[in-house]
């Protein structure tokens, strides 16, 4: 079965810090680009990040840009969204992706073709 799992969201204080963790079952993310996005209810779901295939490379959402950083576990099957100094419009349920391309990190959804099920990440004032 082919699956991404989320972990990691909980209910923090604004100033606080979360590791999220991605973990794939059934498929690789080793190769690949990963990217983390976040959707408010009430918004459209947002573009965090993504990490291309060997992790040297980067790319970050402006409304995260010096606050959360995207990684690769050792193990080649696990990518971290480490989060740092949480506010509460961070709220949201945080999702991962796999991308389509090994070293694409575009923003735009449809160059990701598995997604996970989601953490919801709530931050209070």
């Known amino acids: 079965q082919v699956q991404l799992v989320e972990s990691g969201g909980g209910s923090v204080q604004a100033g606080d810090s979360l590791r999220l963790s991605c973990t794939a079952s059934?498929?690789?993310?080793?190769?690949?680009?990963v990217g983390w996005f976040r959707q408010d209810p009430k918004k459209e779901r947002d573009f965090i990040g993504a990490i291309n295939w060997s992790g040297r490379n980067t790319n970050y959402g402006d409304s995260v840009k010096g606050r959360f950083t995207i990684s690769r576990g050792n193990a080649g099957n696990t990518v971290y969204l480490q989060m740092d100094s949480l506010k509460p419009e961070d709220t949201a349920v945080y999702y991962c992706?796999?991308?389509?391309?090994?070293?694409?990190?575009?923003?735009?959804?449809?160059?990701?073709?598995?997604w996970g099920q989601g953490t919801q990440v709530t931050v209070s004032s």
């Open positions: 059934g498929i690789l993310l080793g190769g690949y680009a």
């Open positions: 992706a796999r991308g389509k391309y090994n070293s694409d990190l575009s923003p735009t959804r449809d160059n990701y073709d598995y």
